[in-house]
Structures are given as C-alpha cells and as structure tokens.
C-alpha cells in the first residue's frame, strides 16, 4: 500500500511540474521571444489583409502597439483593452466592442492559467517536502523516476493528440474555441475585424508550434535529470562487495 501511495504521489509530482512547464512554455513564447509579434505580421503581409478585407491601412509599427498593448491587457497590467492606434493616418479605437468582449475572456483565462500555475508549484513542493520528510536522500531517485516514467506517458498522449489535431486544424481549433469561450463572441469576419486580419489562422498555429517546441525542450531536459537521478538512486541501492576478505586467508594458531 505504501508503495502504492509513493507511486501515485510521485505521478501527481510528475504532473503538476510539467503544467508548470507548459504555461511557462506559453508565457516564454508570448511574452519573452523579442519581435515575435512583428515577424509574424511580416510573414503573412498583415498590413496587406487589413487594406484588402477592411480597406483601412496601418504599418507595422501601428500593429507593433496594437500588440504590445494588447498583451499588457491580457497579462493584467492595463485596466480595458482602448488601443488608439494611426489608421488611414488618423487616430483611431483598433477593436470593436465584439472583439474586446473575445479578448477579455482570453485574458480571463490565461490569468487563471498563471493562478493555476503558481498552485501547481506550491503543490509539488510541498510534495517534494513530504517525501523528503519520509524519505530523505532517497527523494530525488524516487521523484526522479516518476517524473521519467509520468512523463514518457504525457509524451505518448500528446504525440497521439498532435496527429490528430493534424488531421483536421480548423475542426479542433474550432473545438478549443467552443469549450473555453461557450458565449459564441469568438467567430469574427474579416471583412468587419481588424483583429482577425492581423491574426490569421496561420499566426496561431505559428505560436503553437513555438509553445510545443519549447515545452518538449524544456521537458527533456528535466527528463534527463530525471534519468539521472533515478539511475543515480538504483546505484546506491546496489550492494558493494567486500573483495578483502578471502584475499588473505586467516592462519590457525
């Protein structure tokens, strides 16, 4: 039963650091990679989108401030998402009332994601304490190869979601969009959205593929301290031959 418990809270471990890694993987890439947003709107000429579907026209350098205090609002340092920005050469509100209304639940969850995130880690240390308590040294090799085992199964999950996803983006993409923002406020045309013209599908799946390539690196590696670590344990654990004796053959008096 003991073991039992050990394995079960070594997976818990195991599962809240690698959350911790994946909202620290969106936030690096959102928020950490500099210039990010204004290659993206280069790659995909968004400047030119907005002049084809909307008829306006902005710069880089107007998309640039669209974003920087758009990610300002949903990181929690501004109060409302009013972004002035040049338009057609005068200064105009960026986004319409349906839009702010999208963002605003955007950045309601992505706060609870961080609210989470900072729990997920109180959690696993104060797990790591209580198994530190039980088993002292033995903690890291125990920890260790939980985390190896736990996360070779998250691995295998997301490899098999990922094919999937693949199969059909738009379809899942849409699912993401009707779980998380049931309201229906996230279907926009770009015909009437700045947004959407300056964010295209394409954009999107840009930031996914960034987000997984930094999560599994990171993950990786404290895979392979894990590996380590657990290897590490199992050598201690193995007992060492005493080769003396035997050697010299005690003499009978």
């Known amino acids: ?28 890439v959102c928020y950490w990679t500099p210039g990010i947003y204004r290659k ?10 907005l002049r084809h ?9 107007g998309l640039d401030q669209v974003m920087d205090q758009t990610m ?22 960026f986004y319409n009332d349906e839009e702010i209304s999208h963002m605003t639940d955007v950045r309601n969850l992505f ?26 040294r033995g903690t890291a090799g125990i920890l260790g190869r939980g985390f190896f085992w736990t996360s070779l199964a998250v691995f295998a999950l997301a490899a098999g979601t990922s094919l999937l ?7 899942y993409f849409t699912i993401f969009h009707e779980i998380f923002f049931s309201q229906g406020n996230w279907m926009f045309d ?6 959407i013209d300056i964010m295209p599908e394409e954009f999107f799946m840009d930031l996914a593929l960034r987000i997984a390539v930094t999560f599994l690196a990171a993950s990786a590696a404290l895979l392979l301290l894990a590996r380590f670590l657990g290897r590490s344990a199992d050598m201690k654990k193995m007992p060492v031959e005493d080769s003396s004796a035997g050697d010299h053959p005690r003499q009978l008096p």
């Open 53 to 61: 579907y909307c008829g306006e026209v902005m710069d880089l350098d």
């Open 165 to 171: 996803i693949s199969t059909d983006f738009d379809r």
């Open 40 to 49: 993206e709107f280069a790659k995909y000429d968004c400047p030119r989108l």
């Open 190 to 195: 770009p015909r009437t959205s700045r947004m």
């Open 111 to 136: 706060l609870l994601c961080i609210r989470l995130r900072r729990a997920a880690f109180l959690l696993a240390l104060a797990i790591a304490l209580a198994f530190w308590k039980g088993f002292g």
């Open 72 to 93: 300002a609002f949903l990181r929690g340092n501004r109060d409302d998402l009013t972004v002035i920005v040049p338009i057609d050469g005068r200064e105009q509100e």
């Open 1 to 28: 039963m003991k073991k039992l418990f050990t394995g079960a809270g070594a997976a818990v471990f195991s599962l809240l650091i690698l959350f911790v890694l994946l909202i620290t993987s969106v936030e690096a």
